[in-house]
T-cell receptor, first 112, second 112 residues
């Protein structure tokens, strides 16, 4: 059972570089989310999507972009990486009933 | 702006003892989630509470929801070392946007 799959798991970026974190789910969920978790802290919502072609900002969207061209995929793009974006990024999806939110394994990103 | 606060932030307790973690939130919501996170791992779903007065129990953990008080509790009974983890509550913003905001987390350490 794949569930929510994130890649890469680990990445080191230099300041000013760009990259895309990939997220795919095989549960046909419409709702998908990107969170970041700074060391010792809770999760902050970056962006979310309620279906293909529909995205919206969360609590901390600055410095990030998303797209949702298919139900399965919800990539997160970092433009001009900054040290403040060093964090663990979690992708998640939920079913229509909202009874469970499924999380990916996380992507550890360091910007140096 | 929705705020979700947990207390305590850190909790060190002896095996066999009971304790309660509190989750307060600042706006109306009728759906609340509890998650567990082990160090370096993703989030594991524990409970989803869907209405006022909802109570759910799994092993030594019991969660409840009081939507009028905007309060959820996670009660630990006769703690064991394996319960050591960080516990998060998350609140459905209840605005039709399906945004989930996480609490600050409670880091629990159970001492043998």
């Amino acid at each position: 059972n794949a569930g929510v799959t994130q890649t890469p798991k680990f990445r080191i970026l230099k300041i000013g570089q760009s990259m895309t974190l990939q997220c795919t789910q095989d549960m046909n969920h419409n709702y998908m989310y990107w969170y970041r978790q700074d060391p010792g802290m809770g999760l902050k919502l970056i962006y979310y999507s309620v279906g293909a072609g529909i995205t919206d900002k969360g609590e901390v969207p600055n410095g990030y972009n998303v797209s949702r061209s298919t139900t399965e995929d919800f990539p997160l793009r970092l433009e001009l990486a900054a040290p403040s974006q060093t964090s663990v990024y979690f992708c998640a999806s939920r079913d229509a009933a909202g009874n469970t939110i499924y999380f990916g394994e996380g992507s550890w990103l360091t910007v140096v | 702006e929705l705020k979700v606060e947990q207390n305590p932030l850190f909790l060190s307790m002896q095996e066999g003892k009971n304790y309660t973690i509190y989750c307060n939130y600042s706006t109306t919501s009728d759906r609340l989630y509890w998650y567990r996170q082990d160090p370096g791992k993703s989030l594991e779903s524990l409970f989803v509470l869907l209405s006022n007065g909802a109570v759910k129990q799994e092993g030594r953990l019991m969660a409840s929801l009081d939507t009028k008080a905007r309060l959820s509790t996670l009660h630990i009974t006769a703690a064991v070392h394996d319960l050591s983890a960080t516990y998060f509550c998350a609140v459905d913003l209840n605005s039709g946007t399906y945004k989930y905001i996480f609490g600050t987390g409670t880091r629990l350490k159970v001492l043998a």
